[in-house]
């Protein structure tokens, strides 16, 4: 059994709320969920809420809190490249009221997952991430994986093709959006400064365990996938023992069906209590 409790607790001057899922007989490792934004922290599907309570009926004390500017916290709404200090106040938060807690995994969706690999390497008291969905939203990325998961889609689809000979598809406005995604696709990526780089020099740095989640059907998770094949620094990354990879296939973003939740949740619980 597990019960809830309250979190208000300060961050530069602004009052934040978080919720704190306590077991009757915790372990000494937590999970702090980092949202991805905009989003509260009861996440998408009530996502957040339900994975917190499946970790704690597995002996896991769970925070999960809203930055500053969304949820019912105060301040003004920022992105997560601006979330640091949220972060650090939530930790501290965390440690502060669960005493005999030793340790930390970070659990991220989307820019969340990549705000918290940002922030993991820098603090030893966080020794695992949970990465769902990890944001490396590069324009170059986002068009070349377009152009291999949805236009090649679009021309194996029957209704595609029953449309173009019915007259019923936009033919010219169609062939204006692919020629700036092949235009976009063929730009040169830059080698620093990007997300890819950036949160490959975060988990590098990073000396604590990693679990990568990844949805089948969502084209950020494609763009992730696709990176150990473009850069072979990535795919040495991937290949450590201490970082393990999993696919939902046909999962959304959000990983909106019940099943599909349920087996992120379970994958969590198992990958939390196996080191």
Request: aromatic share 10%; proline share 5%; with cysteine.
């Amino acid at each position: 059994m597990a019960h809830q409790r309250v979190l208000r607790f300060r961050c530069q001057g602004c009052w934040l709320i978080g919720i704190l899922h306590v077991p009757d007989e915790p372990l000494s490792r937590g999970v702090l969920i980092v949202t991805g934004g905009p989003q509260y922290r009861v996440g998408s599907h009530r996502q957040f809420v339900l994975l917190a309570r499946h970790l704690a009926e597995h002996h896991v004390p769970v925070m999960r809190f809203d930055y500053r500017g969304m949820g019912d916290s105060e301040g003004d709404m920022r992105d997560f490249e601006n979330i640091q200090d949220d972060l650090e106040a939530a930790i501290g938060e965390f440690f502060t009221t669960m005493p005999a807690m030793k340790e930390l995994v970070l659990w991220g969706l989307c820019d969340g997952a990549t705000a918290a690999a940002f922030h993991a390497w820098s603090d030893p008291r966080i020794t695992g991430l949970v990465l769902a969905n990890p944001w490396v939203r590069t324009a170059q990325g986002e068009a070349r994986t377009t152009l291999r998961h949805y236009y090649l889609h679009r021309l194996r689809d029957r209704d595609f093709w029953r449309k173009l000979r019915q007259g019923r598809f936009g033919l010219r406005p169609a062939f204006d959006s692919f020629r700036r995604v092949l235009t976009a696709a063929r730009q040169p990526t830059a080698q620093v400064e990007t997300l890819p780089e950036r949160l490959y020099l975060a988990l590098r740095r990073f000396r604590g365990q990693v679990l990568i989640i990844l949805s089948g059907a969502d084209l950020g998770a494609r763009e992730f996938m696709a990176l150990p094949g473009q850069h072979p620094h990535w795919r040495k990354l991937l290949a450590m023992p201490r970082v393990q990879q999993t696919i939902i296939p046909n999962a959304n973003h959000t990983f909106a069906r019940q099943a599909w939740r349920d087996e992120v949740a379970d994958i969590c619980a198992k990958w939390i209590r196996a080191w």
